[in-house]
């Protein structure tokens, strides 16, 4: 008897431990609060336009998470501001995804037009060539403008506050970048840094991007992914980092070359020193968040599923049709006031853009 | 639980192609997590135990209703995902009804178990005997607090349930009955004595103490607290203690009669998934610290890593048992030798195949994620690992149609009702 009783008392002990420290435990002392109003916000969609939080029923149904992750990570470039613990507190089921097979959606609200967003549910390829994502044509047109307005409420318009910065490697955030900085003997503020750097820029770099740093040396006519022009107050924020890491990693998708496999890095500093000199022209530029231009505000897509489905392309012959052109909606409509958007019956959306196509 | 074990085949590993729809995958996962290995596992258990301990199951009616409530389980899981009633939690997608069904037959199944053990004509417990013991007393609550049927969690806290759950369904069922179940066929398959009994009580104590926080190392890069996904990630690396022990053991114990496993089928399988294995609990630590995971997570590669364990190891393991189990329990030989070795040679290649693709796949993605390159550019070079994991798809569930089969007729060359006498009485007899 003593030899499994004892075993027994083991199991439940070990296992009751490990149910304490790892799930009742982050219960009590994990409980994350949302001062900033970050999270995400489904009320904010008029209920006469759609319903959001419905759309995120059907973002769970169809099982959106298995590809589509919630979460950016320090790493992700591109995909919106850093998600915090707070983020997340009305979030249940949570839908953190656990695989990438498609883009992540943490702030994909405001990214896209509505329209677009139901064209790409509808007909992924026709709006976006290359995409493996599914159909979802098969969406009633109430579920799929429910999660239209859903899509558009994720990240409740987080912003993005700083430029990109370069990766942590480069800065003195980790020990590789630490380590970097030490190396480094250049004095990338000095005019005698900058002086030696001219001669590496203008034998190697000047062939693509300009004595001046135009982006137009003699080799950009061939390049079908032209260099930037260096001049633009956009260039004038690049931390020295930035510079270094542009340089010795170059740019993916164009021929800019990855300089740290010629160059070392003291004549890479140097570079940077240069490249800090360059001049700046008066050009206009969007160098804050404020200028981007920014969708309208969320509204009901005027799409019917015959436009982006190739295959029921024939039928679209009605005078409805006609007016729901996708060049039409292309053009802003500031004044459409929101409720005539919102209503989900074809009658009236109909009568409303037939008016609009009179004017 | 012979039917139990039947109906689980046709949607055994049921390898949806990537472009099919998110509900298949939802099915896909249940189907194989509760459908094939719990099914197989359960009923393996059923053999097994009453075999090492000299006696007859507790209750044979409890055991045909659980069997009943499994299956009424999986049929309910098929209208209801592919229809998208889901609860959206991953691998925890059934809803409540079928939760509570499923906790019910667990629960059952494990005083049935229990029972029988305390019935026992044998002193000493084998360590397989141990590895049930635990699993029946931790999956029905890992079951049950992972299922958050009637709760709202707040998000991260639902994710942190989430994980506990959706790993331990793994390494607190999966692995401690399928490991359970190695440690039962390998000596009788090789008719060699364990190698060390010390050994493999190593292994088990290791594998309850470090196996199930490892959860939190699914959302490394989540903002959840950073003690935790340091408990996870520690506890993930001393993971390699209990199965180096464990596959010690194994290796020791088939030293010098390796050349079995080349007439010997079932050893056959049971060999491969002890490889599977080593190489899937390898790659598990060293995907779970932070430097790695940063690179590889979210891509293909975790989905190859995953099939490695479900498919590779248990899957082959379950396969094993019962091509060892059918015969002795209904006392006739197979129907077809060549029909299990083309099962294996198809699930083996098949599985290569996946796993090849899949990791590959994986490395591209991670290699575009770290890059910061846009989804839609890299997508596209994926393609064709895509492409060749269907066709290792359809081999797969080609081997298994051949192994339904092959029980199909094994089963049935002679009058249903003597074969259910046979079965009956041969679990009488052990």
Redesign the interface.
């Given at each position: 008897m003593h030899?499994?009783r004892l075993?027994?008392i083991?199991?439940?002990t070990?296992?009751f431990i490990?149910?304490f420290?790892?799930?009742l435990l982050?219960?009590v002392?994990?409980?994350?609060t949302d001062k900033e109003h970050r999270s995400n916000d489904y009320t904010k969609v008029p209920s006469n336009v759609a319903d959001a939080a419905r759309g995120r029923k059907i973002y769970?149904?169809?099982?959106?998470?298995?590809?589509h992750?919630q979460?950016t990570?320090?790493?992700?470039?591109?995909y919106g501001p850093l998600?915090?613990?707070g983020?997340?507190?009305?979030?249940?089921?949570?839908?953190?995804?656990?695989?990438?097979?498609?883009?992540d959606l943490t702030n994909e609200g405001g990214r896209m037009a509505s329209e677009w967003q139901k064209a790409h549910l509808i007909q992924p390829r026709a709006v976006?060539?290359?995409?493996?994502m599914?159909s979802f044509s098969y969406l009633s047109e109430r579920d799929m403008n429910d999660l239209v307005a859903y899509l558009q409420c994720l990240g409740n318009r987080r912003e993005v506050k700083d430029f990109v910065e370069a990766p942590d490697e480069y800065r003195t955030t980790t020990p590789a970048g630490v380590a970097l900085h030490n190396r480094k003997t250049v004095d990338t503020n000095a005019s005698a840094s900058a002086n030696a750097g001219r001669g590496i820029y203008t034998q190697n770099c000047a062939v693509c991007h300009g004595l001046e740093g135009y982006g137009n040396g003699p080799n950009a006519l061939s390049l079908e992914k032209k260099p930037p022009n260096f001049s633009r107050p956009y260039y004038k924020q690049y931390s020295d980092e930035f510079w270094f890491y542009r340089t010795s990693e170059g740019v993916?998708?164009t021929r800019m070359p990855r300089w740290a496999e010629t160059l070392t890095e003291e004549q890479r500093w140097y570079l940077v020193a240069y490249l800090k000199t360059l001049p700046q022209d008066q050009e206009v530029t969007i160098n804050n968040v404020n200028q981007v231009n920014k969708v309208e505000d969320i509204r009901l897509p005027k799409l019917s599923n015959q436009q982006y489905e190739p295959h029921h392309g024939g039928h679209g012959h009605q005078t409805e049709g006609d007016n729901m052109s996708p060049s039409e909606h292309q053009m802003p409509q500031p004044s459409a006031p929101s409720s005539s958007e919102g209503t989900n019956s074809s009658t009236t959306t109909g009568g409303a853009a037939t008016k609009e196509g009179g004017h | 639980m012979i039917g139990g074990l039947e109906f689980s085949m046709p949607d055994l590993v049921k390898n949806v192609p990537q472009l099919a729809f998110p509900h298949m995958r939802m099915f896909h996962v249940n189907a194989v997590a509760v459908g094939w290995l719990s099914m197989g596992y359960v009923g393996s258990i059923f053999y097994m135990v009453p075999n090492l301990c000299k006696t007859k199951l507790w209750s044979e009616r409890l055991g045909n209703m659980t069997m009943w409530a499994w299956n009424l389980v999986l049929v309910g899981a098929f209208c209801t995902l592919v229809n998208g009633n889901t609860e959206g939690r991953e691998y925890a997608e059934l809803g409540a009804i079928l939760d509570v069904l499923v906790a019910v037959a667990l629960v059952l199944v494990a005083l049935n178990i229990y029972m029988t053990i305390l019935n026992r004509r044998v002193k000493k417990l084998y360590v397989t005997l141990w590895y049930f013991l635990g699993s029946l007393f931790w999956f029905p609550l890992v079951w049950i607090i992972g299922q958050r049927t009637f709760v709202a969690l707040p998000g991260l806290n639902d994710a942190i349930v989430g994980w506990f759950y959706g790993h331990n369904i793994l390494g607190m069922w999966f692995t401690t009955v399928g490991v359970g179940m190695m440690y039962y066929l390998l000596p009788r398959l090789t008719q060699a004595p364990l190698y060390s009994h010390g050994l493999s009580m190593l292994g088990f104590w290791g594998i309850a103490l470090f196996y199930a926080p490892t959860g939190t190392h699914h959302i490394t890069q989540s903002p959840v607290p950073e003690w935790l996904k340091a408990i996870a990630i520690i506890s993930s690396i001393f993971l390699l203690v209990p199965v180096l022990t464990v596959l010690t053991n194994f290796f020791m114990t088939m030293k010098g009669r390796w050349g079995q496993a080349v007439t010997d089928l079932p050893l056959r399988f049971a060999v491969t998934s002890c490889m599977f294995y080593l190489v899937t609990c390898v790659q598990g630590p060293f995907q779970a610290t932070r430097w790695v995971n940063w690179y590889l997570h979210f891509t293909q590669w975790v989905v190859g890593h995953a099939h490695l364990a479900l498919l590779g190891t248990f899957s082959f393991i379950l396969t094993s048992a019962i091509y060892y189990s059918l015969p002795k329990l209904t006392g006739k030989e197979f129907y077809s030798q060549g029909l299990i070795r083309a099962h294996y040679w198809l699930k083996f290649l098949g599985f290569l195949l996946m796993m090849t693709s899949l990791t590959i796949a994986g490395l591209i993605q991670s290699a575009g994620w770290a890059m910061g390159i846009p989804v839609d550019q890299w997508g596209l070079q994926i393609r064709p690992y895509w492409f060749f994991r269907g066709i290792s798809g359809i081999m797969i569930v080609l081997g298994q149609l051949l192994f339904a089969y092959n029980v199909w007729k094994t089963l049935y060359t002679k009058p249903a009702e003597s074969v259910a006498k046979a079965a009956k009485a041969a679990e009488v007899k052990a």
């Open positions: 030899s499994y075993g027994a083991g199991i439940v070990t296992f490990i149910i420290s790892t799930v982050p219960m002392l994990f409980n994350p769970v149904r169809e099982g959106c998470f298995y590809c992750t979460f990570r320090l790493q992700d470039r591109g998600v915090k613990a983020d997340f507190i009305w979030e249940t089921p949570h839908q953190l995804g656990t695989a990438r097979t498609g883009p976006k060539p290359g995409s493996i599914p993916v998708g | -």
